[in-house]
T-cell receptor, first 114, second 114 residues
Framework: DAGVIQSPRHEVTEMGQEVTLRCKPISGHNSLFWYRQTMMRGLELLIYFNNNVPIDDSGMPEDRFSAKMPNASFSTLKIQPSEPRDSAVYFC????????????FGEGSRLTVL | SQKIEQNSEALNIQEGKTATLTCNYTNYSPAYLQWYRQDPGRGPVFLLLIRENEKEKRKERLKVTFDTTLKQSLFHITASQPADSATYLCAPQNYGGSQGNLIFGKGTKLSVKP
């Protein structure tokens, strides 16, 4: 299996622009997670889906952030409008089955907002 | 609020020695605790999961302990090698919660010198 695939790996944009990050989970996994990592705050859970349904989005910083999972093999995280403080590495992870379970992370999307 | 503390930002040891990393948590009653390894520019990779009724778990040169009274987990790497240099993250996981409760500590950066 190719693992969790994220795109783009790097994104540089200007403040106010819309940013869309994409994730393809491992086939057969039924849970998908979006995390954000910064030096200051570490790895923060933004939202997670179970069977394509958003279960907990309490970690989403504000209304500028939205996430969708239209099917079992694709998810997006959108930031509109982007701000410099959104600069971070965004990770997508997937897992199979109920708790507990290991997470399989993608390589991340490094976002820089100028 | 739930809080996870990992010992120091960096740990430097000599090759061949045992590295011991600490994970302390408060306002948690985790049923499980996971440890991950993260290399620069990569996503975290799962290493071990220990359950609350397990005092100790081993995997090759890795050993994890879980003391629910002290609210602490220790992660040991014996006969450390330069290839073990990475950041190690702990993630306590609440009982009955879905995997969405997987919240990570900020990690400890381990450097093993030859």
């Amino acid at each position: 299996d190719a693992g969790v695939i994220q795109s783009p790996r790097h994104e540089v944009t200007e403040m106010g622009q819309e940013v869309t990050l994409r994730c393809k989970p491992i086939s057969g996994h039924n849970s998908l997670f979006w995390y954000r990592q910064t030096m200051m705050r570490g790895l923060e859970l933004l939202i997670y889906f179970n069977n394509n349904v958003p279960i907990d989005d309490s970690g989403m910083p504000e209304d500028r952030f939205s996430a969708k999972m239209p099917n079992a093999s694709f998810s997006t995280l959108k930031i509109q409008p982007s701000e410099p403080r959104d600069s971070a590495v965004y990770f997508c992870a997937s897992s199979f089955g109920g708790s507990p379970g290991e997470l399989f992370f993608g390589e991340g999307s490094r976002l820089t907002v100028l | 609020s739930q809080k996870i503390e990992q010992n120091s930002e960096a740990l430097n040891i000599q090759e061949g020695k045992t590295a011991t990393l600490t994970c302390n948590y408060t306002n948690y009653s985790p049923a499980y605790l996971q440890w991950y390894r993260q290399d620069p520019g990569r996503g975290p990779v799962f290493l071990l999961l220990i359950r609350e009724n397990e005092k100790e778990k081993r995997k090759e040169r890795l050993k994890v302990t879980f003391d629910t009274t002290l609210k602490q987990s220790l992660f040991h790497i014996t006969a450390s090698q330069p290839a073990d240099s990475a950041t190690y993250l702990c993630a306590p996981q609440n009982y009955g919660g879905s995997q969405g409760n997987l919240i990570f500590g900020k990690g400890t950066k381990l450097s093993v010198k030859p």
